[in-house]
């Protein structure tokens, strides 16, 4: 166990914070040891890669991170492959993992940072695929209960950005494994934003999985900041998913507003636009920015501190709510 550690090295919006302790384990036995050598009233948390997290303030607890590894063949037939997935993996080498070996299925979910265990958490999406088009189920222990489930997809609850580990399993479990099935018949998605045009330019006629993984790669990095550079958590807010009536009401005003249909009721806008359209696209308060690329992204211009972050969201949270009357909820988890 580590003592009142920086946690620069473990969290990818580089803020300045420290934490009181910190250890890793590598198994559930470890986990359990930790938990149960830890004192009773001691806050904790479990850390994967630190990508979805702003740390506005020094961490008074234990930060336990996650170092489960494995990457095992279940079942596998003609069609599919089915794989069990350690917690710690970093997913985007679990992608290139798969696609190298020609498996469809989360190839549009390349260079997305973290870990395996946190993807179920936020249901992790990019490009038209979300992580729950592809799991099986996943296997948590659940600290009150001292017990380890195996969850199917359905008791998962997953939604856009959500599932039941961020509602009523919130904090209360450690996610070890996720099963996931894969396609060795090839269904691709390309519809979303620039991949075909990606495809089209690279002049890929029969495309692979590992091809498709590297189209979204180039657009991503063409779009986002590389954590490694820029510190950022990546999209701070969730789109808005709006009332139909209410989308309308915006769209008629701003004919431009980019939009998509969700269900019979309902419509989605993007948080980025509404942001640009607050007038905060690449603008900074102190040393925390919006990405002049995309809106949605805060970034860390420098010596930022997290708190700096969450006044700068809070600032623009209150500007879209003021011009479009819509509340935009925080994506990152606000510690
Ligand atoms: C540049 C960039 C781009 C991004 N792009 C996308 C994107 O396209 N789509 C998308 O969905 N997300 C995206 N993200 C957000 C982020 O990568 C994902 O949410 C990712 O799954 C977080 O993984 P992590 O291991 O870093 O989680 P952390 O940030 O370490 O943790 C996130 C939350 O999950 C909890 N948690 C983590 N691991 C476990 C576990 N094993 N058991 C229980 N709880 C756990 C933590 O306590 C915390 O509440 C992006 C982030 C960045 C920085």
Redesign the pocket.
Known sequence: MKTNISLLPY??FGAKVNADFFTTFSNKEELTTILDQKPNDQNF?????????LFTQDFHGLIIK?EISGFDVISEDDNHITLKIG??EN?HDTVMQTVEKGWQGIEN?A?????V???P??????YGVEVKDVIQKVE?YHFDKKETFEYSNQECAFGY?NSI?KNELK?K????SITIKLNKNWHFNTSYGAIEDEIKHQGIENLTPLDLANVIIKI?ESK????KEIG????FFKNPVLPKKDALKIIEKYPEAPHYIVGEEAIKIPAGWLIQTAGWKGKSLGNVGTYPKQAL?LVNNGGATGEEAWALALQIQKDVKTQFGISIEP?V?IL
């Open positions: 969290h990818t948390i479990i850390l994967g890669g630190g990508s979805n997290i996650n917690a710690g997913w979910l260079l997305i940072p973290g870990t265990g946190a993807s958490i936020q249901n992790i999406g990019a948590f950005r580990f904090g479990i450690a996610v070890l991503r986002l900041p590389d954590p950022n958590c990546g999209s992204v994506e988890n």
